[in-house]
């Protein structure tokens, strides 16, 4: 979500991006007051640092990888790492990508480790997009996310997620986000609400507001 972890989003937007060129490196750097995933906080409402590197083809082809700072108790070394990959094609307004992203988390004892990975199916229509994602064994869960956006006057975006977490050891959670984002003087801005509806949160899972600054190099 920041990121995506909007994934499918992104590489659809990357690949249409390089119809003029055979291929695109780019990368980008943010920093956030707390770094929420899916309606819960993975720095414990804390800030975070991140950043990342893609890979664009005029194929649609899209592969990248991107990390960010985490509380110690999501990675015991405090770091996420994603690996991912996608292929993306537009017809007339209508788009969809397909891909996989592998959570990574170094420094996890063998036997704890919170490594997973998700493949997923996105389609788009205009400013709608909607996307399943099928976590792996490690993951335990299934995810899908409904996102719109809407262009405000004067270079000010709205954007809307609602998302719904199909758990199989439990609880299932619905979450959704709303974000106000602009750019000034060539930084990305975003300030955002977000909020869950899980039983008896916890600090990380509760209700929050919070704003990241990001530039694409």
């Known amino acids: ?113 919170k490594d997973a990975s998700e493949v997923y199916l996105g389609g788009s229509y205009r400013n709608l997009g909607l996307t399943y994602y099928i976590g792996d064994s490690d993951l335990d869960a299934d995810y899908l996310e409904f996102t719109a956006n809407f262009d405000m006057d004067r270079g000010v975006n709205l954007g809307v997620g609602l998302g719904h977490t199909f758990n199989d050891l439990g609880e299932d959670v619905t979450d959704f986000k709303i974000a106000v984002s602009t750019q000034i003087e060539g930084l990305d801005m975003e300030l955002a609400y977000t909020d869950n509806d899980k039983d008896n949160p916890t600090n990380a899972e509760d209700s929050r507001v919070f704003f990241t600054v990001s530039k694409s190099l």
């Open 1 to 113: 979500m920041n990121r995506v972890k909007t994934v499918a989003v992104t590489a659809a937007l990357l690949a249409v991006g390089t119809t003029s060129a055979i291929a695109e490196t780019s990368a980008n750097v943010a920093v956030t007051t707390d770094y929420v995933f899916r309606g819960i906080s993975q720095s414990d409402g804390a800030p975070a640092i991140q950043g990342g590197v893609d890979y664009a083809h005029q194929s649609g082809f899209a592969a990248g990888v991107w990390a960010s700072s985490v509380d110690d108790t999501v990675g015991d070394a405090g770091l996420e790492i994603d690996l991912y990959a996608s292929f993306s094609a537009t017809v007339d307004e209508f788009g969809y990508s397909v891909g996989f992203i592998n959570y990574r988390y170094p420094g996890g004892d063998t036997g704890t480790s």
